[in-house]
């Protein structure tokens, strides 16, 4: 097979390979965090607390949407991955193509669907009149460009699936600098409002996107799709379908859960709305990590189920998890010991000193619970990969049951305070399902892929002797 611009990761020592191919998507993840930054910054700072408000309150309701559309590319991808794995080159282009054409319908029909709902779906989520029409303004923006998000998400899936982590990178550090020219024109010098912020996002993911496609046309030969290629298969348009979508409605499923949350956080008021915005953005930059190291297990262990290599899969993983439990420690240490002065980043700490503190609570709760998030992000992500996607879907029902819980009784009985278990209750209960899971699949994998392997039959001695 053609190996330009790819990378095996069926062979090699796995702590080697996982940290070579994380490095990449970790630098990617930070700039994507880094034009978030800025856009919550130049609209905290240069129009204040009240439109920082507003845009805080689109989070959930974003993930809803947005997070289905990531989850149908991720999705997609693995298929790809596992045909990588496979050495099948004909089957790579075919995956290619199919995840292309129902990328390019299904964005369509999200944009027009989630443009049309964004009001209402706000309305029901209590958002306080005063900032409502603001939130619609910039949220309404972000949803008519779905497929600009999709373009790039697709694109770059497609790309880690190869083995190539860093293209996808280039252009995302790109279209970060230009969102954050485009925040300040926009903003300061146009008057644009809120709705500067988003127009910013979206013409950086359409540039994004675009250069990721040029490379794949130009630098991979083993996409260059023939007339065959091209044949549409509604078998496998099912299968890709079948492996995206349980994946985008476990981030949807997710979501419902995180919107149940932002509604309880309403009804709190303004300051609460604002110290929630500020502070799960400072978290969502700690958790840049877990989303590098989660989408390297993902293609790590799709690219190795391809190739059935499933104690490969296993040593990934706990090298994955023994990086992401110090990082963890690292990570509360400093959010406990600077949350303050990291807030002020997006908050003036001094004329708004009950969102600070708000904010302060907020993220040191999240952050004493890293270890149990960075498992719910590594083990899922490894389960999508080795494809099984669905069990991964009811991890998202479990976060969502264990946010509805806190959203209806627990906030209501203990306030912000409250608020502020939400996610570290929904993380526990995933894992509390995901590891039970993970072993079960891969002692499953094992009797379906390896059933007369001598490795195989040497646990399988082992486990007998034991309940014996």
């Known amino acids: ?24 998507l ?18 905290g700072h240069f129009l204040g607390a009240e439109r920082l408000a507003a845009v805080g309150a689109t989070g959930s309701v974003n993930f809803l949407v947005i997070g289905l559309c990531l989850g149908l590319c991720s999705g997609f991808s693995i298929p790809v991955a596992q045909a990588f794995g496979a050495k099948n080159e004909p089957e790579i282009r075919r995956c290619v193509f199919h995840a292309a054409v129902l990328s390019a319908v299904l964005s369509i029909v999200f944009a027009v669907a989630s443009t049309l709902l964004c009001k209402p779906l706000l309305q029901l989520m209590n958002t306080p009149e005063e900032i409502i029409d603001h939130s619609a303004q910039y949220i309404g923006i972000i949803f008519a460009a779905i497929p600009f998000c999709i373009l790039y998400n697709m694109a770059s899936g497609i790309l880690r699936a190869l083995g190539d982590s860093r293209t996808p990178v280039i252009f995302l550090v790109f279209a ?9 024109f926009l903003i300061i010098v146009c008057g644009m409002d809120v709705a500067g912020a988003a127009v910013a996002t979206a013409v950086s993911q359409l540039l994004s996107g675009i250069g990721c496609v040029i490379v794949m046309v130009r630098r991979f030969p083993v996409l260059h799709l023939s007339k065959e290629d091209r044949r549409f298969d509604g078998r496998l348009a099912r299968k890709m379908l079948g492996t995206g979508l349980p994946m985008g409605l476990q981030f949807s499923i997710t ?14 008021g303004v300051n609460a709305v604002a110290a929630v915005a500020g502070a799960g953005k400072l978290s969502m930059f700690f958790a840049c990590v877990f989303d590098a190291l989660a989408s390297t297990m993902a293609t790590y262990a799709g690219q190795n189920m391809g190739a ?35 807030l002020s980043l997006f908050i003036d700490t001094d004329a ?9 609570q907020y993220l040191t709760v999240n952050a004493a619970f890293y270890i149990p998030l960075l498992f719910v992000n590594i083990v899922r992500l490894c389960i999508q990969g080795m494809g099984y996607t669905r069990v991964a879907m009811l991890a998202g029902l479990s976060e969502m049951i ?31 399902f995901l590891f039970p899971c993970y072993f079960q699949i891969m002692r499953t994998a094992r ?22």
């Not at 700039?31 to 978030?36: E, P």
């Not at 979501?255 to 709190?268: C, E, K, P, R, T």
């Not at 708004?352 to 904010?359: C, Q, S």
């Not at 892929?449 to 014996?468: C, F, G, H, Q, T």
Request: proline content about 4%; hydrophobic content about 55%.
């Open 1 to 24: 097979m053609s190996r330009t611009m790819t990378r095996d990761l069926t062979e090699g020592r796995p702590l080697k390979q996982i940290v070579s191919f994380a490095l990449p």
């Open 26 to 43: 970790l630098f990617g993840v930070l700039f994507q965090q880094l034009y978030s930054f800025v856009d919550t910054a130049v609209v």
């Open 176 to 184: 970060s600098l230009v969102n954050i020219v485009l925040d300040l």
């Open 255 to 268: 979501a419902i859960g995180s919107v149940m949350v932002q509604w309880s956080v309403n009804g709190l």
């Open 308 to 342: 059935r290599k499933l104690d490969r899969i296993h040593q990934g993983l706990r090298c994955t998890s023994l990086l992401g439990i110090a990082y963890c420690v690292l990570a509360f240490t400093v959010a406990a010991l600077f949350a303050r002065p990291l």
């Open 352 to 360: 708004a000193p009950e969102v600070t503190a708000m904010g302060v």
């Open 402 to 432: 264990a946010r509805a819980v806190v959203a209806l009784f627990v906030v209501p009985a203990f306030g912000f305070s409250g608020a502020c278990f939400a996610n570290p209750a929904a993380w526990v209960m995933a894992d509390l």
């Open 447 to 468: 009797q379906r892929l390896m059933p007369d392997s001598e490795e195989y039959k040497n646990k399988k001695v082992i486990r007998l002797r034991r309940a014996a």
